[in-house]
C-alpha cells in the first residue's frame, strides 16, 4: 500500500472507530479497547487524602460496576505536575466509556460513598482541575495487559510515555513501526507492554500513547538499554522508510507508581 493510500485508510479507520464502537476490531476479529487517561492536579495538603478516598472508595466500585475494568490509580513520581494523580480507565465499550460521568449521579452506592469529596466547598476544593484524553488500542495490542506484579501485588513502577510527530503521515509511520517489529524488540528486551493506543482526543495532537512496567528504575534503565542494542532496533530505525525525517518530534516521559487500591 502507498504511503498516503495507508494515511488515508488509517484516518479513516480511527475517525470511523469513535463514531461507532463496533467498528473497533482488529483484522483477526479481536475488538480493540478504549481508554481515557485521567489526571487530577492536586494541591499539596489534606485534599490529596479526600481525592485519594474517593477513587479508591467511591468511584473505582462503581466505574467496575458499569464494566470499566481494571482501573490503574498512579501517582506522578517522575514528570511535572506534581502532585498529580493519574487514573487509567479501560472500557471495550465507547459508549459507556465516555458516558460514565453521567452515570455517576444514578448510582446510589457511589453517591452516598463520594458524599465527602462532592461536597468539598469551593473554598477547599478537592481538586485543582481534571484533565482527561480518550485513547484507542492499537490493532496489534487490542487489550490491555496488567503487569504479573500486579496480581501478585508485588513492587513495580510504569512507564507512560506520548510520541508527538510533525504531521499526520509521521505519525501514522510511527505507529506502522511498532506493528511492524517494535512489539517484538520490547519482548526480547523483556519488557511489561501493558498497553498502547492512539488518541482520539486530547491535547497536542497527532499522538501516540503507551504504558510499560518495570519493578524498579534500575531494571527501566536496564531494559531500555538491551532495547537500544538490538540488532533489529538499529535496522528498524535506519529504514528509509522511518529515518528520512523527524517522525517524532516531542516525546513525554512519566514515571507513575501504583496506589495502593489501583488494580493495574
Known amino acids: 500500500m502507498e504511503r498516503r493510500d495507508f494515511l488515508t485508510a488509517t484516518l479513516a479507520t480511527s475517525a470511523f472507530a469513535l463514531a461507532n464502537q463496533s467498528s473497533a476490531q482488529t483484522s483477526s476479529g479481536k475488538s480493540r479497547e478504549y481508554y481515557e487517561i485521567r489526571k487530577y492536579h492536586l494541591q499539596t495538603g489534606p485534599q490529596i487524602k479526600l481525592t485519594e478516598s474517593y477513587i479508591s472508595d467511591a468511584l473505582i466500585p462503581a466505574l467496575n460496576r458499569m464494566g470499566i475494568a481494571p482501573v490503574g490509580a498512579f501517582h506522578l513520581d517522575i514528570g511535572p505536575e506534581t502532585p498529580t494523580l493519574y487514573l487509567l480507565l479501560p472500557c471495550s465499550k465507547l459508549e459507556t466509556l465516555i458516558s460514565a460521568e453521567l452515570q455517576l449521579v444514578h448510582d446510589e452506592q457511589f453517591m452516598k460513598a463520594a458524599e465527602p469529596f ?36 508485588g513492587k513495580r513502577i510504569f512507564q507512560l510515555r506520548t510520541y508527538e510527530s510533525p504531521s499526520s503521515q509521521d505519525h501514522v509511520r510511527k505507529v506502522e513501526m511498532f506493528h511492524h517489529g517494535e512489539f517484538d524488540i520490547f519482548q526480547r528486551a523483556g519488557f511489561s507492554q501493558v498497553f498502547y493506543s492512539d488518541t482520539l482526543i486530547g491535547p497536542r495532537m497527532p499522538n501516540l500513547t503507551y504504558m510499560l512496567s518495570f519493578a524498579d528504575l534500575t531494571d527501566l534503565n536496564a531494559k531500555w ?36 487500591y489501583s488494580q493495574i
Request: hydrophobic share 40%.
Open 118 to 153: 462532592w461536597d468539598a466547598p469551593a473554598t477547599a476544593p478537592a481538586f485543582q482541575r481534571i484533565d482527561s484524553s480518550l485513547h484507542i488500542a492499537f490493532e496489534g495490542w487490542p487489550k490491555l495487559t496488567p503487569p504479573a506484579a500486579t496480581a501478585e501485588h
Open 225 to 260: 538499554d538491551k532495547f537500544r542494542a538490538d540488532p533489529e532496533w538499529i535496522k528498524l530505525r535506519s529504514s528509509p522508510r522511518y529515518n528520512f525525517e523527524e517522525i517524532v518530534s516531542n516525546i513525554s516521559n512519566l514515571v507513575l507508581s501504583p496506589t495502593a
